[in-house]
C-alpha cells in the first residue's frame, strides 16, 4: 500500500515536470523562431495546447508554423494524457487517499508518548473506545481499509497499512510510543509484530492477544511484557459468574466506572509525594479522599494484600484503590495535576520504568 503510494506520488511529479518542460519548449520556441517577448510566447504555448484557438499574436512565418505543428502534434497529446490521468484518479479517489495520507503522516511526525493499535477488529475496536474515553494519545495501524472508516470520523490517527513492516511502524512513532498492542486476527502475525516491535523498542510496554493455547509462551519469548488470552478469559469469567457472581458484578461495573458511585484504579506514588515514606494511616488517603487501599504493590514486584495501617508507603509504589470516582480524580490531580487517573498512572509509570528499570538487551 505503501509502496503503490510513493510509486504514484512519482508519477505526479513526472506528469507536472513533463508538462512544465512542453510549455518551456514552446516558450523558447517562439522566442527564438519568431522573435516573440516572453509574455507573447507564453500566451501562443497555452492556446496552442489547449487548442481554444484564439487570434494569434502576430502572424506566423513559415518556420513559425511548422514549429506550431510540432507543438500541437506532441504537446496536445501529452495533455490529453495527462488529463485523462488525473481525471482517472479523481473518478477512482486516488488523489484524495494520497492526500490523506500525507495529512496522516503529518500528523504523525509530532506525536509521541503514544499507544500503537495493531489491528481494528472486535477487540482493538473496544481497545480504542476506552482509550478514547480516558483521552490516551493513540495510532491505530489496520490492514482492511473498509474497517477505518469509523477511525476517521472518531478522529484517531491511523495507518491503512501492514503492522508487520519495520516501516509501518516506524511511521507509527514506535521510537517516541508508550506502549504497543497486538491485536491481529492472526497469532502468527502477533508473534511478528511483537518481534519486530521489541527490537525497534526495547523499552516500549508490549501487550497481545493469544487466540489459542500455547501461544503465550511465544508472545512472551517474543518480547511481550504481557498477554490476554481472550477464551481463557472469558472462559474464567463465566466459572466466576458461577461461583461469585456478586464479587464478579462488582468488580466488573467498579472496573468499567459505570453503574455505581464506587470505581477501581491504580496509581503510582511519584518521587516528592508528601506521602512518601509515611505510613498508610498518616497518608491522608482515607481521610482526606474517603478511598480504600485494598494493596499495594511494591516497585520490585512484591505484592501487599489488605495492607496494616502502618504499612509505610514509598515512591514507586503502586496503590490499588476503591472509593468515588470524583475522589479518584482529587486524588490522582493531587499526585500528578491532573484529574485523569489513567492518564496520570501511564505517565507515573513511563517515569517509573525508565528511571528504575535498565533497557532490555537482545
Request: proline fraction near 3%; glycine fraction near 8%.
Amino acid at each position: 500500500m505503501a509502496h503503490g503510494s510513493a510509486i504514484m506520488s512519482r508519477r505526479i511529479l513526472v506528469i507536472l515536470a513533463s508538462s512544465l518542460a512542453v510549455v518551456a519548449f514552446g516558450i523558447v520556441g517562439y522566442m527564438q523562431l519568431c522573435d516573440y517577448t516572453f509574455v507573447e510566447a507564453l500566451y501562443m504555448t497555452v492556446i496552442t495546447l489547449t487548442t481554444v484557438g484564439y487570434t494569434e499574436v502576430r502572424p506566423l512565418d513559415t518556420a513559425g508554423r511548422l514549429f506550431t505543428v510540432v507543438l500541437i502534434g506532441g504537446g496536445v497529446s501529452l495533455v490529453a494524457y495527462h488529463i485523462a490521468y488525473f481525471g482517472q484518479l479523481l473518478v477512482e479517489g486516488n488523489i484524495l487517499e494520497v492526500y490523506r495520507r500525507r495529512r496522516v503522516k503529518k500528523l504523525l511526525q509530532g506525536i509521541k508518548n503514544h499507544y500503537i493499535i495493531c489491528g481494528y477488529g472486535q477487540m482493538g475496536k473496544y481497545i480504542v473506545d476506552q482509550l478514547l474515553r480516558y483521552s490516551i494519545p493513540m495510532v491505530v495501524i489496520e490492514m482492511d481499509e473498509g474497517a477505518v472508516g469509523n477511525l476517521q470520523e472518531l478522529g484517531v490517527p491511523h495507518l491503512v497499512a501492514d503492522a508487520k513492516e519495520e516501516e509501518n511502524l516506524m511511521a507509527a512513532g514506535i521510537l517516541q510510543a508508550k506502549g504497543l498492542v497486538a491485536v491481529v486476527h492472526s497469532d502468527t502475525d502477533n508473534v511478528f509484530i511483537v518481534l519486530t516491535a521489541r527490537d525497534l523498542n526495547r523499552n516500549l510496554f508490549i501487550c497481545a492477544r493469544a487466540g489459542s493455547s500455547g501461544i503465550e509462551k511465544r508472545l512472551l519469548k517474543a518480547g511481550a511484557d504481557r498477554v490476554v488470552s481472550p477464551y481463557a478469559t472469558g472462559a474464567m469469567r463465566i466459572a466466576q459468574n458461577i461461583l461469585r457472581p456478586t464479587v464478579t458484578d462488582f468488580l466488573e461495573l467498579a472496573l468499567s466506572s459505570e453503574g455505581i458511585e464506587l470505581s477501581m484504579e491504580e496509581l503510582i506514588i511519584p518521587e516528592g509525594a508528601d506521602m512518601d515514606g509515611k505510613d498508610l494511616m498518616h497518608s491522608g488517603i482515607r481521610s482526606d479522599f474517603n478511598l480504600i487501599i485494598v494493596a499495594i504493590k511494591r516497585p520490585e514486584g512484591t505484592m501487599i494484600y489488605n495492607p496494616s495501617p502502618r504499612e509505610i508507603l514509598q515512591s514507586g509504589d503502586t496503590l490499588i484503590a476503591i472509593g468515588p470516582r470524583n475522589n479518584l480524580d482529587r486524588f490522582a490531580e493531587k499526585l500528578y495535576g491532573t484529574r485523569s487517573p489513567s492518564i496520570a498512572f501511564h505517565r507515573a509509570w513511563r517515569h517509573n520504568t525508565e528511571s528504575k528499570t535498565p533497557s532490555r538487551s537482545g
